[in-house]
């Protein structure tokens, strides 16, 4: 006779014979989601010194370029542009690295 009141009952375990039970015991180490993807890689992005700084000049550069506040020589698509193209390219590489 089996006694019922030794059998631990866990969540999310399998029962490949009748009297032995087995847990999935794989790792999961993704840091993002389809639904966290974009917002947590943004955040991991502009946590870094030279981001911040390049979003903080083009940001000054579209209120130079559009507002009377100030006269800005350069277009804003010059560091819009190439701060664009670094985090796509960061953001990709951070991507294909989490899918491994």
């Known amino acids: 006779t ?4 030794r059998w631990l009952k866990v ?3 399998v029962s490949k014979e009748a009297n032995f039970v087995s847990c999935d015991n794989s790792i999961k180490t993704s840091k993002y989601n389809a639904f966290t993807f ?3 890689s943004l955040f991991e992005q502009f946590r ?3 981001n911040q700084y390049f979003l903080v000049i083009s ?3 579209v209120l130079g370029t559009y507002t009377s506040l100030f ?6 698509y010059s560091t819009i ?3 664009s193209f670094i985090l796509g390219v960061t953001m ?5 690295e989490d899918m491994k």
């Open 11 to 13: 969540r999310g375990c």
């Open 59 to 61: 940001i000054l550069m």
């Open 2 to 5: 089996t006694e019922a009141w």
């Open 38 to 40: 974009l917002p947590r």
């Open 81 to 83: 542009a190439p701060l």
């Open 92 to 96: 990709a590489k951070e991507g294909v």
């Open 71 to 76: 006269y800005s020589p350069l277009t804003p």
């Open 48 to 50: 870094r010194t030279a």
